[in-house]
């Protein structure tokens, strides 16, 4: 069985669509922050479908783009090559391949061009938030000067 996505409102709540006759419910869904849901739902027309609540604050976009990341504020050359897997307004998570020593907290550079018509290339300063094995989460440290061309870019 799918399973459909719904991205949570900043007031906790959650819309969701039945697939088979396609009432649109608003549900609570604020006890369920912190921790990653999928809920198990039954229409009023009898048909379940389970619903992966998402809690992020903003789109985020897939992609599969190479660029480079340099650690900042690390004595000697800390840094490599990644892979970009997605964007958002806030962040962008990425993949490094072998051994790295990269640890939540420290500020990096990163570096890589859209896979847009222009190719646009862009340089942001960013603070790692999560380190899996070798994927990255990172939170971009000025927001608020993202720019046009990357806000286009996450046009759904």
Known sequence: MKVQKSFVKTNDTASIQCPACSIVRNI????????????????????TFYVALDFRRHFRKPANIVGVYTIIGVLGSS???????????????????????????QKALINFRLNDKKHTELTKKVIIRRVYNNKIGCE????NRLGKDLGFFLQP
Do not use: Y
Not at 81 to 100: A, D, P, Y
């Open 28 to 47: 609570p869904v604020g006890k369920f922050r912190n921790a990653r849901h999928t809920l198990k739902t039954r229409c009023s027309c009898k048909t």
């Open 79 to 105: 840094g490599g090559q990644m892979q970009v897997h997605n964007i958002s307004r806030s962040g962008v998570g990425f993949s490094v391949s072998g051994q790295h020593n990269i640890t939540v907290g």
């Open 140 to 143: 971009f440290i000025k927001q």
